[in-house]
């Protein structure tokens, strides 16, 4: 099983639309969760981190699921600009800390 | 949020040469600096951890020989990919961690470098 799992997708949407992803980790002691965008050949960039609480930015809503070891993220009223793709991204400590990453869902918001 | 710079951007060098990439932040002091590689459609892949003034931690599989990581302050780390091979043709994206909020987890990616070796 991966460390870090996604859909690749990708996900066709029209304009509007509301998306979900969801990511799941194998570790269960892993610590921090995000949730990066990343442009194609561009470098990923930070879109939010994930708490135990859940947390909302915009249009954008973390959720983290301890006891099933996943993460979501939910886009409302999808823009065309909000086409890339989705990195989860997960971090724990073993001796030092390891940063692993999802393989990244891909997201299309068509007109 | 934090910026963090990578020099160059493109390279393009013959088999059997050496490249530097300098991976360097600007506003803020990185403690922890981070190397990936990210193949083409794929995620990126860590190759090593380093913490400043220390010896990189390298990933499984990935040669500490080859890919020569100095990170020799709190704002600059160099990854050094010797004896460079057409298989080491690749996007190489360097990350920092730091900021101005203790404790802060998150990591802050330079804009890539692609290298292609002929």
């Known amino acids: 099983r991966k460390e870090v799992e996604q859909d690749p997708g990708p996900f066709n949407v029209p304009e509007g639309a509301t998306v979900a992803f969801n990511c799941t980790y194998s570790?269960?002691?892993?610590?921090?969760f995000f949730w990066y965008r990343q442009d194609c050949r561009k470098e990923p960039k930070l879109l939010m981190s994930?708490?135990?609480s859940g947390n909302e930015d915009g249009r954008f809503t973390a959720q983290l699921n301890r006891a099933s070891q996943y993460i979501s993220l939910l886009i409302r009223d999808s823009k065309l600009s909000d086409s890339a793709t989705y990195l989860c991204v997960v971090l724990h400590s073993g001796g030092y800390q390891k940063v692993t990453f999802g393989t990244g869902t891909k997201l299309q918001v068509i007109p | 949020g934090a910026v963090v710079s990578q020099h160059p951007s493109r390279v393009i060098c013959k088999s059997g040469t050496s490249v530097k990439i300098e991976c360097r932040s600007l506003d803020f002091q990185a403690t922890t600096m981070f190397w990936y590689r990210q193949f083409p459609k794929k995620s990126l892949m860590l190759m090593a951890t380093s913490n400043e003034g220390s010896k990189a931690t390298y990933e499984q599989g990935v040669e500490k020989d080859k890919f020569l990581i100095n990170h020799a302050s709190l704002t600059l780390s160099t990854l050094t990919v010797t004896s460079a091979h057409p298989e080491d043709s690749s996007f190489y994206i360097c990350?920092?961690?730091?900021?101005?909020?203790?404790?802060?987890?998150?990591?802050?990616f330079g804009p890539g470098t692609r290298l292609t070796v002929t």
């Open positions: 570790n269960s002691a892993s610590q921090s």
């Open positions: 990350s920092a961690r730091g900021g101005s909020r203790e404790g802060t987890y998150e990591q802050y």
């Open positions: 994930v708490y135990s």
